[in-house]
């Protein structure tokens, strides 16, 4: 009887699963890696998500991030306030403006058919106790608490901007290097 090949992509999905969980490496880069050709086992991440960046402090100050969530005006201008507590103003503003208007468009419920959530896009950094009352959980450590976690599972784009930051600084360094990660790979 010949294998059908829904059976290989399950079982090849839970091979990357493991793998990446034996490995330290996210379930997300090696599928990453996997569909642009590049063996995962030698494949670099550009800064490898490691137990610092991924904590958080009980009450939300540095613990893998920094900054503070900021709640008042639209989308946009949270995480542009957001941006400037990283001193990303100017240029590297406008490379934070592009990369979320390819994203997600400022739309904190934002879902792609990956399941990537919010500003961010955020997929599979959700903590123990950081879902929203739906089930989302793909916001957690860089610097938010589970109580921010929670929120910006829940779609409030403070907390998801202030992710978004953290990430893109523990990442990229910075929204012009996470831009040109996009602009290449269309994907951050």
């Known amino acids: 009887m010949p294998v ?10 839970g091979a990357i699963l493991l793998w ?17 050709g590049k063996n995962p086992v030698t494949a670099s991440d550009i800064n490898p998500i490691n137990a610092t960046n991924l904590t958080s402090s009980g009450d939300g100050s540095s613990g893998g991030g920094s900054g503070t969530v900021v709640n008042t005006g639209t989308a946009e201008q949270i995480l542009q306030q957001t941006a400037a507590q990283f001193g990303w103003t100017g240029s590297q503003w406008t490379c934070l403006y592009n990369l979320e208007m ?5 739309n904190p419920k934002a879902r792609n058919p990956s399941g990537a959530f919010g500003l961010a896009q955020a997929l599979g950094h959700g903590v123990s106790g950081g879902a929203a009352p739906d089930g989302t959980n793909e916001y957690g450590g860089f610097g ?13 784009p403070g907390p998801q901007a202030l992710w978004m930051c953290n990430y893109i600084k523990a990442q990229y360094g910075n929204p012009c290097n996470a831009w040109a990660h996009e602009q290449a790979n269309h994907w951050y």
Do not use: C, H
């Open 144 to 156: 938010l608490t589970v109580a921010q976690a929670v929120a910006a599972n829940s779609g409030q």
């Open 102 to 106: 390819a994203e997600a468009g400022f």
């Open 20 to 36: 990446s969980g034996l490995k330290g490496k996210s379930w997300s880069t090696v599928i990453r890696d996997v569909l642009a």
């Open 4 to 13: 059908k090949g829904s059976y290989l992509a399950i079982a090849g999905g």
